[in-house]
């Protein structure tokens, strides 16, 4: 130590101008433009007030010695994980699904808090599965607890929007090589009046029908036929090809058509059926995102079970509440209402006509993906509304409450920069930075189907019920 | 007129610093700097010299009073041709092309002075056609003149690297419903060891040998019973997705097959050949460059002919010269020495190993895409070198080039901004500013096939030489 360095010790303002100064503004960005306006340099912070009320639980949380370590595995097991399409097969076969239970997107729900959309989807599984004549019999009978419902994720797998699944309806079945874990998800029925948008009419209920009896055996076939295909990778293509895996999984479908297609060609049904199954596929620019949702959950599935860790390993909502669980909180749910998203809507229908968020899918954004990748996927918000600035702009953004860059899942326009995994319970309640989902709207109407598609976020609830669960985990 | 303005005139330096100065900057970019770093602020004018030796031919082009309407109506009837894909015939029967007659890539050329992948490729030919046994005897006959050699363009078609198309070759004919336009390209054979890029061993001609017997006639009877494929909006959700349509094509690939997929799995091949021809279509994601070279002939050809009009309607090179023939000027070609790409390289091969530019694939610069579109495919700088700054770098200059911004055919990352359409000869000529390509590299010796990938301009002769012609034409 010099003796001038001594003396600015004991008076710690003196020397203050003898050289440029180093100005740095925080908060509001009218401080940093009157500096930068008198051409000096300046250095803004982002800085933000963290959530209302999580002050003592977030510094309990950001003071645990576990926390660093347990994320960065949750980290490294996210990244790593693997994800290929082995099997396609009835949900009861897989799944042991017996008749007299369904299967439903998001946290535990009951059908009298049930909205529009589950209400008209599980009314479609009851008709589809000849256990109702009317939908009115299909409703009486849901209303009175005949039928067990149980959240899709208790039983490892993600279903899209009101995500019900019945025994006679068949699954994707994906593994991740890595970490040993099994996935599956629904097939796609396209989009407008269909299943898991709430609709029930007949032409929902036969195509259904078609599904299980055509559709799900043919692929099964021709995945068997193929081998495990690499969907993680496929993933990796999409984000190169503007697709986030979430709304935009055009680029996605094709690839995966084609590369099923040699087997699929060669599976021995008849001519007319094939060309069926292939119109059908290649007409559902989504048929993808029943790929994308369970490798997606096979991400958060490697990151269960971290003491420690507050990165989010699942993001779900079943049109009434949204929920959320952790690595460090084993299988707790934190929920709150779901917000109603902010779109774009399909002919006449209006703001009043969505239903509140609902669906698995918000597993993309909890993997890295879908909202978290729309700088990748620039022309999406043609479809969920926001202008390109926006979407680069929402991207960036989620790195500030994520633990890493995904080594493989890159996007382009960000200089091949990977996409930001990991959300942290402990950075959301400091930054109030919630994160960015985007997501197609159900009518709040059952029996209506798909009104829009737009952009939503998770209410603050799931975020400071987490962060006091995890701060008393906490030593 | 009041008193202190004709005061003003008659001292035009009186009253200069009365209110705040605009100040504009031209040039070197220090200029401007020097005038921010006060604080003050600064219009940028990217202003460059004129190519030397333009200035009068340049000057007389200018002043023409017929150019602007010219290059308005040459921008509308590019901007506005459709691209339909209406059949899939043998070049025998659609270019009424017979045994003798080789068709090749860019302006014309004889044997003497064809590089090593245009030589490669005719011998292949010869191979192909029986009118050789060994690579040795086609390269005699070649070279004694007893086959005609004419341009693709000279029958209103194109074909990639060397181009060359003989008569039991297939080809897509596709139709311009809005000017009435046919043109025409061969069927892409993938990547590797090709005949476009040069290569003529056996397993070259073998498949050549299958793409005439089982690919063309099943594509043929797939897209006639598809009815015509709008190969125009393929381009649209092209640049979309990644895919700039020249070194990229895998969406459009994937796109194109899906559109023909519910036709071609039920034209009653036998099932082992329809899979090996959707495993063919599936492993080559260059298939659907051979549709957007034609739809960009299509955009070429609709403003052919136009008096006064200094916009280029073909760029091509046969890997010995670049030519281009403007819209202008007929059917005269503007030629120079084809510079040689630079970009990245396939396995140990480097810079020393890559022949001059080849091929027609420049149309799809010519019609805005390509090299024009970098902005919306940055993954393309890994295949052909540079990075994302570049490749928005590449995009936004090509506007001070051209004509008109293309309605269709946009770049969501520029919030949708149409591409540029329509280079003018004489704003090249005034800006210095060259057409940017990028291309595939085929190795300069016969039968090695691609090299590697990467950037290249025209070389200046093309357009001096245009200018002159243009200006000669004037008055």
């Known amino acids: 130590m010099t003796a001038t360095d001594s003396a600015s010790q004991a008076m710690p303002l003196r020397g203050l101008l003898a050289s440029e100064p180093q100005i740095a503004a925080a908060g509001a ?49 996210m990244s790593t994980a693997g994800s290929e399409l082995v099997d396609v097969r ?3 076969e897989m799944l042991g699904l017996t008749r007299g239970t369904f299967l439903h997107a998001g946290p535990p729900l009951t059908w009298d808090r049930a909205s529009g959309p589950m209400r008209g989807a599980l009314i479609g599984a009851m008709l589809f599965e000849g256990m109702a004549d009317t939908a009115q019999e299909a ?39 890595t970490h040993g874990n099994t996935s599956w998800c629904s097939l796609n ?30 692929l099964q076939q021709a995945v068997r036929a193929t081998g495990p295909i690499d969907v993680k990778g496929i993933v990796a293509q999409m984000l190169q090809m503007g697709d986030e895996g979430h709304n935009r999984n055009r680029a996605g479908t094709l690839m995966w058509l084609r590369d099923v297609l040699p087997a699929l060609t060669n599976v021995g049904i008849p001519s007319d059926q094939l060309s069926e199954v292939v119109r059908f596929i290649g007409s559902n620019d989504h048929f993808a995102l029943n ?18 860790s507050t990165v989010v390993v699942t993001m779900a909502r079943n049109g009434t509440d949204f929920g959320i669980r952790t ?32 669906g698995d899918s918000a597993i993309t954004e909890t993997a890295g993906f879908g909202g978290f990748a729309m700088a990748t996927a620039p022309a999406i918000v043609k479809l969920v509304g926001g202008d390109v600035q926006f979407a680069l702009a929402a991207t960036r953004s989620m790195y500030e409450i994520t633990t890493g860059e995904h080594p493989v899942w890159q996007v382009p326009i960000l200089e091949f ?23 197609g709207m159900a009518g709040a109407q059952a029996g ?19 962060i006091e669960a995890l701060a008393a985990e906490v030593g």
Chains 1, 2 share one sequence.
Not at 48 to 64: E, Y
């Open 29 to 77: 960005p009218m401080f940093a433009e009157a500096v930068r306006s008198q051409a000096a340099s300046v250095t803004e912070l982002d800085w933000r007030p963290p959530i209302d009320g999580t002050g003592p639980a977030l510094a309990t949380v950001m003071a645990d010695a576990r926390r660093e370590a347990a994320n960065a595995l949750a980290f490294e097991r």
């Open 90 to 92: 009835p949900a009861s």
């Open 139 to 177: 409703e009486r009978e849901l209303a009175s607890g005949a039928i067990t419902l149980e959240p899709c994720h208790h039983h490892r797998g993600v279903g899209p929007m009101a995500g019900v699944v019945s025994p006679s309806m068949w699954v994707f079945e994906l593994r991740d090589p």
């Open 189 to 218: 029925e396209g989009l407008g009046k269909v299943l898991r948008y709430g609709a029930y009419e007949q032409s929902v209920i036969d195509r259904l029908g078609w599904m299980s009896a055509v559709l799900g055996p043919a």
């Open 291 to 308: 790929l994308t949702m369970p490798t997606a959950k096979l991400a958060g599935m490697a990151a269960e079970g971290i003491p420690g």
């Open 327 to 358: 690595a460090g909180t084993g299988d707790a749910w934190f929920t709150g209402p779901a917000n109603t998203p902010e779109g774009l809507f399909l002919g006449s229908y209006g703001p009043e006509d969505a239903n509140p968020d609902i």
């Open 417 to 439: 920069r990977g996409v930001p995994v990991g959300i942290d319970v402990a950075k959301v309640c400091r930054t109030g930075l919630l994160p960015q989902i985007n997501t």
């Open 448 to 466: 209506v189907g798909q009104v829009g598609a737009g952009l939503v976020n998770p209410p603050v609830e799931c975020f400071t019920g987490a």
